[in-house]
Nanobody, 125 residues
Framework: QVRLVESGGRLVQAGDSLRLSCAASGRPYRSAAMGWFRQAPGNEREFVAFIKWLGRTTDYADSVKGRFTISRDDAKDTVYLQMNSLNAEDTAVYYC??????????????????WGQGTQVTVSS
């Protein structure tokens, strides 16, 4: 069983930076991806970024490309989401997720088997 624990969410001002962390336990499947998704009130959960355990392949949603960076620390089994130039549209609950096996499209929430409890990011304008 894989357990994911997010941290780092808080209230920030527009233009600020914030780094989210996702600590994984239970030996996440190293050939699959770790992803970040977010859900704003009244909206569906949407893809933000993913990183593959092998090859460090990454991908981002167009809305965050150039502002957000996903990375990982293999020794700590931790994935990070560095968020820069935050704006009010980034306000959401951010979820970390882990695939249980290799899938064809790691941008889809249905590709992920394990989810964290979420961390709230609020950007005040």
């Amino acid at each position: 069983q894989v357990r994911l624990v997010e941290s780092g969410g808080r209230l920030v001002q527009a233009g600020d930076s914030l780094r989210l962390s996702c600590a994984a336990s239970g030996r996440p499947y190293r050939s699959a991806a770790m992803g970040w998704f977010r859900q704003a009130p009244g909206n569906e959960r949407e893809f933000v970024a993913f990183i593959k355990w092998l090859g460090r392949t990454t991908d981002y949603a167009d809305s965050v490309k150039g502002r957000f960076t996903i990375s990982r620390d293999d020794a700590k089994d931790t994935v990070y989401l560095q968020m820069n130039s935050l704006n009010a549209e980034d306000t959401a609950v951010y979820y970390c997720a882990a695939e249980g096996k290799v899938t064809t499209d790691s941008r889809l929430s249905s590709a992920y088997e394990y989810w964290g409890q979420g961390t709230q990011v609020t950007v005040s304008s």
